[in-house]
Protein backbone atom coordinates (compact mmCIF):
# COMPACT_ATOMS: atom_id res chain seq x y z
CA UNK A 1 0.00 0.00 0.00
CA UNK A 2 1.22 3.81 -1.11
CA UNK A 3 1.91 6.05 1.82
CA UNK A 4 0.24 9.35 1.42
CA UNK A 5 2.49 11.24 3.19
CA UNK A 6 5.37 10.34 0.50
CA UNK A 7 3.11 11.73 -2.21
CA UNK A 8 2.97 15.67 -1.30
CA UNK A 9 3.80 18.56 -3.40
CA UNK A 10 6.58 19.55 -1.44
CA UNK A 11 7.42 23.37 -0.63
CA UNK A 12 9.44 25.62 -2.67
CA UNK A 13 12.41 26.91 -0.63
CA UNK A 14 13.06 30.77 -0.43
CA UNK A 15 14.42 32.67 2.10
CA UNK A 16 11.89 32.92 4.36
CA UNK A 17 10.69 29.70 5.03
CA UNK A 18 14.08 28.00 4.38
CA UNK A 19 14.68 27.61 8.25
CA UNK A 20 11.44 26.19 8.80
CA UNK A 21 11.09 23.56 5.97
CA UNK A 22 14.99 22.84 6.24
CA UNK A 23 15.28 22.23 10.36
CA UNK A 24 14.55 18.75 10.21
CA UNK A 25 18.01 18.10 9.07
CA UNK A 26 19.26 18.39 12.45
CA UNK A 27 16.10 17.26 14.23
CA UNK A 28 15.02 21.01 15.37
CA UNK A 29 11.56 22.58 14.61
CA UNK A 30 12.24 26.32 13.72
CA UNK A 31 9.64 29.16 13.83
CA UNK A 32 9.95 32.50 13.14
CA UNK A 33 10.20 34.84 15.76
CA UNK A 34 9.67 38.65 16.18
CA UNK A 35 13.14 40.12 18.45
CA UNK A 36 10.80 43.28 19.11
CA UNK A 37 7.61 42.23 20.85
CA UNK A 38 8.67 38.38 21.10
CA UNK A 39 5.85 37.08 18.68
CA UNK A 40 5.86 33.93 16.80
CA UNK A 41 5.36 34.07 13.27
CA UNK A 42 3.74 31.49 11.54
CA UNK A 43 3.73 30.80 8.43
CA UNK A 44 6.66 32.33 7.97
CA UNK A 45 6.54 35.94 6.46
CA UNK A 46 9.11 37.92 7.39
CA UNK A 47 6.96 40.16 9.23
CA UNK A 48 5.60 40.17 12.31
CA UNK A 49 1.77 39.71 13.10
CA UNK A 50 1.91 41.67 16.18
CA UNK A 51 4.02 44.48 15.67
CA UNK A 52 4.11 44.79 11.93
CA UNK A 53 8.01 44.28 12.59
CA UNK A 54 10.94 42.71 10.29
CA UNK A 55 13.29 42.11 12.74
CA UNK A 56 12.91 38.34 12.92
CA UNK A 57 15.04 35.63 13.79
CA UNK A 58 14.99 31.76 13.45
CA UNK A 59 14.06 30.02 16.97
CA UNK A 60 14.64 26.59 17.66
CA UNK A 61 11.04 25.38 19.38
CA UNK A 62 10.69 22.29 21.91
CA UNK A 63 8.00 20.44 19.02
CA UNK A 64 6.11 19.44 21.97
CA UNK A 65 2.76 20.01 22.61
CA UNK A 66 -1.11 18.42 22.60
CA UNK A 67 -4.10 17.86 19.88
CA UNK A 68 -5.94 20.99 19.64
CA UNK A 69 -8.08 19.54 17.00
CA UNK A 70 -7.82 16.62 13.84
CA UNK A 71 -9.97 15.18 11.42
CA UNK A 72 -9.45 12.14 9.19
CA UNK A 73 -9.45 11.66 5.66
CA UNK A 74 -11.28 8.58 4.50
CA UNK A 75 -10.91 10.26 0.50
CA UNK A 76 -8.39 7.78 -1.32
CA UNK A 77 -6.79 10.68 -3.35
CA UNK A 78 -4.28 8.06 -4.44
CA UNK A 79 -5.76 4.48 -4.86
CA UNK A 80 -4.99 2.50 -1.96
CA UNK A 81 -4.39 4.41 0.43
CA UNK A 82 -4.93 4.06 4.40
CA UNK A 83 -7.21 6.85 5.95
CA UNK A 84 -4.65 9.82 7.47
CA UNK A 85 -5.24 12.24 10.69
CA UNK A 86 -4.27 15.73 9.71
CA UNK A 87 -4.10 17.31 13.02
CA UNK A 88 -3.79 20.90 14.49
CA UNK A 89 -0.96 21.42 17.32
CA UNK A 90 -0.99 23.49 20.19
CA UNK A 91 2.85 24.00 20.72
CA UNK A 92 4.08 24.38 24.11
CA UNK A 93 5.91 27.92 23.51
CA UNK A 94 2.07 29.37 22.91
CA UNK A 95 -0.31 30.74 25.18
CA UNK A 96 -4.06 30.94 25.52
CA UNK A 97 -4.05 34.22 24.11
CA UNK A 98 -1.04 33.82 21.83
CA UNK A 99 -0.79 30.17 20.80
CA UNK A 100 1.75 28.72 18.50
CA UNK A 101 -0.15 26.29 16.43
CA UNK A 102 1.00 23.94 13.81
CA UNK A 103 -1.35 21.77 11.01
CA UNK A 104 0.78 18.27 10.18
CA UNK A 105 -0.14 14.63 10.95
CA UNK A 106 -0.07 12.31 13.47
CA UNK A 107 1.98 9.04 11.96
CA UNK A 108 2.01 5.76 14.09
CA UNK A 109 -1.59 6.25 15.90
CA UNK A 110 -5.06 4.93 14.66
CA UNK A 111 -7.35 7.44 13.82
CA UNK A 112 -9.64 5.93 16.19
CA UNK A 113 -7.61 6.36 18.90
CA UNK A 114 -6.94 9.90 18.49
CA UNK A 115 -7.78 12.61 21.14
CA UNK A 116 -8.04 16.36 21.64
CA UNK A 117 -5.32 17.26 23.83
CA UNK A 118 -3.37 13.57 23.19
CA UNK A 119 0.91 14.92 23.80
CA UNK A 120 2.64 14.68 20.89
CA UNK A 121 6.45 14.93 19.95
CA UNK A 122 7.39 16.36 16.38
CA UNK A 123 9.41 13.74 14.13
CA UNK A 124 10.45 14.51 10.49
CA UNK A 125 10.16 12.93 7.29
CA UNK A 126 12.74 13.56 4.81
CA UNK A 127 12.06 14.66 1.00
CA UNK A 128 14.08 15.57 -1.29
CA UNK A 129 15.96 18.95 0.12
CA UNK A 130 12.76 19.25 2.24
CA UNK A 131 12.10 17.61 6.49
CA UNK A 132 8.09 17.43 6.67
CA UNK A 133 7.23 18.10 10.59
CA UNK A 134 4.69 15.28 11.36
CA UNK A 135 3.90 14.04 14.61
CA UNK A 136 3.95 11.12 16.81
CA UNK A 137 1.93 10.35 20.29
CA UNK A 138 3.95 10.61 23.45
CA UNK A 139 3.84 9.75 27.06
CA UNK A 140 2.82 12.49 29.26
CA UNK A 141 6.40 12.26 30.64
CA UNK A 142 8.71 11.41 27.63
CA UNK A 143 10.60 14.13 25.94
Request: hydrophobic share 40%; aromatic share 10%; charged share 20%.
Given at each position: MDDILTHRVLPVLDLTNRAFWTG????????????DCGAYVHPPTGRCWKCYGT????????GRGVVYSFTV???QWIP???????????LEE????????????????????IT????????FLECDDVWLPQFVARTEGAS
Amino acid sequence: MDDILTHRVLPVLDLTNRAFWTGGADGVLRFEQCQDCGAYVHPPTGRCWKCYGTNLANAPVSGRGVVYSFTVNHQQWIPGTAPYAVILVDLEEGTAEEPLRLTSNLVGTAPDDITIGMPVEVRFLECDDVWLPQFVARTEGAS
